[in-house]
């Protein structure tokens, strides 16, 4: 089975500023996905980020990029231009073939300052 | 677009009591995961249905059950309520039907949660 390891329970960021969220994951599966998902305090789960492991190119969505380190198992979650309604709890989460479902990570708080 | 459907959205038992929850995936999802998300907690897997038939079961507690029905719904049954059962109760699904290994992106699409109050 997959784990997920965020180790940075919260963060905060200046408004319009860049700031990196930390991820690790480990996996025996040569098969599997990598998500960012965001959840605001309405508790809506939000896809932000979705990076397949076969990928050796960097996802990126409009001001969200991620650092994929294959050999590393780490999966970092870069957002540009930070706004206030980036605020939320962020999770990382990797659905490996083998066992087919998503498995998250604890979570980080991020928090955006005016 | 349609999204997956959880109802109801909020619940509120008394302990020892039963509460059902029910989620309809997207149309033509066939596989569909419960997740129980604490106060301040990650999200944890229950159980997960393919096809009508349980696929996968997670950390869900003896006095929890679920089903997916011949519509692909799926209903979490949970019995003898305790105050720990408290929690936002997602319901996510995804298809495999898609091209191919590389059509799988192995995403799911959540629903909006029902959140269960115990007191």
């Known amino acids: 089975a997959q784990t997920v390891t965020q180790s940075q329970p919260e963060m905060s960021v200046q408004e319009a500023e860049t700031v990196t969220l930390s991820c690790t994951y480990d996996?025996?599966?040569?098969?599997?996905?990598l998500f960012w998902y965001k959840q605001p305090p309405s508790r809506q789960m939000i896809l932000v980020i979705r990076?397949?492991?076969?990928?050796?190119q960097n996802a990126t969505e409009n001001r969200f990029s991620v650092n994929f380190q294959k050999a590393a198992k780490s999966f970092s979650l870069k957002i540009s231009d930070s706004q206030l309604g980036d605020a939320a709890m962020y999770f990382c989460?990797?659905?490996?073939?083998?066992?087919?479902?998503?498995?998250f990570g604890k979570g980080t708080k991020l928090t955006v300052n005016p | 677009a349609a999204g997956v459907i959880q109802s109801p959205r909020h619940l509120i038992k008394e302990k020892r009591e039963t509460a059902t929850l029910k989620c309809y995936p997207i149309?033509?999802?066939?596989?569909v995961y419960w997740y129980q998300q604490g106060p301040g907690q990650d999200p944890q897997f229950l159980i997960s249905?393919?096809?009508?038939?349980?696929?996968d079961k997670g950390s869900i507690p003896d006095r929890f059950s679920a089903q997916q029905f011949s519509d692909y719904h799926s209903e979490l049954n949970m019995s003898s309520l305790e105050l720990g059962d408290s929690a936002l109760y997602f319901c996510?699904?995804?298809?495999?039907?898609?091209?191919?290994?590389?059509?799988?992106?192995?995403?799911?699409?959540f629903g909006e949660g029902s959140r269960l109050t115990v007191l």
């Open positions: 996510a699904s995804r298809t495999t039907l898609a091209g191919g290994p590389l059509d799988d992106t192995g995403e799911l699409f």
């Open positions: 996996t025996s599966e040569s098969d599997y996905y």
């Open positions: 990076q397949e492991a076969y990928k050796q």
């Open positions: 989460a990797c659905w490996a073939g083998g066992s087919e479902k998503l498995v």
């Open positions: 149309p033509r999802h066939d596989t």
């Open positions: 249905f393919y096809e009508k038939m349980q696929s």
